[in-house]
């Protein structure tokens, strides 16, 4: 009898304990939501190389020093310097290559040339005798080193380098005319700025100032042909638009 009611008892702690367990069982809480941070674009690369077009406006400084002019009587004119500053349109083709590795900073180079609609002219008097001079600048071109500072698909760069010109004179002397053709090398400084409008085009303003070597330019006056001294030097400023490959 005392084994029935020992095994009842047990039987009923078992059941109790069974069911205390159940009733304060641990649930876990709800998991929480993943949210998905958003993916920020790409930063435009502007390693490539690029080809375009630019048109633009171009102030040309023309020195024209004759240095001292004797005239038939003998009258010495000394120091005969003429400005015939010749500004106009520019159009040309430009293209390069750019190189930039995991940081803001680009490297590079451009080479370009420029069809050039330009003139001017100055005059002077010798005594009673006038004389002008008229300068016409053709072409100019130049082949650059660049670098620049990268703000994702906004580029700010400056440039050094080699400039070429071919210009024209001609000299009037109280009615005696001579002309000239002539081409300089120079140096070349400038800055710009460029802007990626999608991944392969892009577009600039671009501005550089040029400096020539002297050149000759031939005049005749009073029976006399001589040569006289040209000195350049340009400010150019430019729109362009490139293709990036």
Known sequence: ????LLTTALAGSTALVAGTAVAGSYTPPPAEPVILEPVAPPVFDWTGGFVGLQFGYIDTSV????GDIEDDAGNV???INVGSDADGSTGGI???YN???NSPWVYGFDAEYNWV????????SLGDTDGSVKADVDGTGAIRGRVGYAWNRTL???TAGLAYITYSTKSDVGGDTASSDGDSWG???GVGLEQAFTDRWVGRIDYRYSNFDSDNGTFEAFDRDDDYNVDLDTSEIRLGLAYRF
């Open 1 to 4: 009898m005392k084994q029935i």
């Open 63 to 66: 020195d024209n020093d004759f």
């Open 77 to 79: 004119f000394d120091d």
């Open 94 to 96: 430009y293209g390069g």
């Open 99 to 101: 190189w930039q590795n």
């Open 117 to 124: 609609d330009a003139n001017g002219d100055g005059g002077f």
């Open 156 to 158: 700010l760069y400056a």
């Open 187 to 189: 140096y070349t400084l």
